[in-house]
C-alpha cells in the first residue's frame, strides 16, 4: 500500500468551520522513558522533534459535545507560543500548518479515531491571504 504513517491533509479538511484554543500548550510525556519523579518529553518517531499537544475546540455546529474538544500535537523544537487573544472573544482563534492524521482504533471504545499532528501554530488568517485561500 502506498499510504505508511501519517496521512497529509489540510488544515481545512480537520477543521472546516475552524478551531479556536481551550487549553495551554503543554510537553506531552514519553511513558517509556520517563520514571518517578523524571520527566521525559515525547520525540516524535519520524522526525525526532519534541512534540507538545494543545486542546481545540472544534467550531463545527453539527458535532456532539463530546466530540467538540481534540488534542492537536505540535512537533517543535521549542515550545511554541498561542496566538494573541483576540478582545471581545472568550476563545482564540487558530489554524495548524503541515497538518497529519494518523487513524487508529480507540481500545476504549473500538472505535475509529483520529491522531493530529501539526508542524506550525498560527493565528487565523485574514485579509487578502485569507480571500486567496478562499478562491482557490
Given at each position: 500500500?502506498?499510504?505508511?504513517?501519517?496521512?497529509?491533509?489540510?488544515?481545512?479538511?480537520?477543521?472546516?468551520?475552524g478551531c479556536?484554543?481551550v487549553?495551554?500548550v503543554?510537553?506531552v510525556?514519553?511513558?517509556?522513558?520517563?520514571?518517578?519523579?523524571?520527566f521525559?518529553?515525547?520525540?516524535?518517531?519520524?522526525?525526532?522533534?519534541l512534540?507538545?499537544?494543545?486542546a481545540?475546540?472544534?467550531?463545527?455546529?453539527t458535532?456532539?459535545p463530546?466530540?467538540?474538544?481534540?488534542?492537536?500535537?505540535?512537533?517543535?523544537?521549542?515550545?511554541?507560543?498561542?496566538?494573541?487573544?483576540v478582545p471581545?472573544?472568550?476563545?482564540?482563534?487558530?489554524?495548524?500548518?503541515?497538518?497529519t492524521i494518523?487513524?487508529?482504533?480507540?481500545?476504549?471504545?473500538n472505535r475509529?479515531?483520529y491522531?493530529?499532528r501539526?508542524?506550525?501554530?498560527?493565528?487565523?488568517?485574514?485579509?487578502?491571504?485569507?480571500?486567496?485561500?478562499?478562491a482557490a
Amino acid at each position: 500500500m502506498a499510504l505508511q504513517g501519517p496521512i497529509p491533509v489540510t488544515f481545512d479538511m480537520v477543521f472546516p468551520h475552524g478551531c479556536y484554543l481551550v487549553g495551554e500548550v503543554e510537553a506531552v510525556k514519553d511513558f517509556d522513558a520517563s520514571t518517578n519523579g523524571r520527566f521525559v518529553q515525547a520525540r516524535d518517531k519520524q522526525t525526532g522533534e519534541l512534540v507538545w499537544q494543545v486542546a481545540v475546540m472544534d467550531a463545527d455546529p453539527t458535532l456532539k459535545p463530546s466530540q467538540k474538544t481534540v488534542a492537536v500535537k505540535i512537533l517543535a523544537a521549542v515550545q511554541p507560543i498561542p496566538p494573541a487573544p483576540v478582545p471581545g472573544v472568550p476563545f482564540t482563534p487558530v489554524e495548524f500548518n503541515a497538518v497529519t492524521i494518523t487513524p487508529y482504533v480507540n481500545s476504549n471504545t473500538n472505535r475509529l479515531a483520529y491522531s493530529i499532528r501539526v508542524r506550525e501554530m498560527r493565528a487565523v488568517r485574514t485579509g487578502k491571504a485569507a480571500s486567496a485561500k478562499d478562491a482557490a
